[in-house]
């Protein structure tokens, strides 16, 4: 059983910094791509950023130069680094893996960034 277990947000003041960790029962080596999602409250879910098995990397528009996505396969984890966040950065955060043909959610971690 696959399972991705998503940890590290919480509150934090516009301007502020979060990492999230997204940890795999497993080896993440087995995704063909990894990455993050989030919803803000009534809003669909959009993307955030992707990882692939080949370190192929790509964000968002609204999210470039602010967020890093980055994978340690040691740990098993994939993060999420979060610098100068903003109030419309609030939303969960949810983790994801591609396992062809399935894909994996973590449950989501909460955001929210104060004005």
């Known amino acids: 059983q696959v399972q991705l277990v998503e940890s590290g947000g919480g509150l934090v003041q516009a301007g502020g910094s979060l990492r999230l960790s997204c940890a795999a029962s497993?080896?993440?080596?087995?995704?063909?791509?990894m990455g993050w999602y989030r919803q803000a409250p009534g809003k669909q879910r959009e993307l955030v950023a992707t990882?692939?098995?080949?370190?192929?990397?790509n964000y968002a528009d609204s999210m470039k130069g602010r967020f890093t996505i980055s994978s340690d396969n040691t740990k098993n984890t994939v993060y999420l680094q979060m610098n100068s966040l903003k109030p419309e950065d609030t939303a969960v955060y949810y983790c994801?893996?591609?396992?062809?043909?399935?894909?994996?959610w973590g449950q989501g971690t909460q955001v929210t960034v104060s004005s």
């Open positions: 994801y893996g591609l396992m062809i043909p399935r894909v994996y």
């Open positions: 990882i692939s098995s080949g370190d192929t990397i």
């Open positions: 497993g080896s993440i080596s087995r995704f063909a791509g």
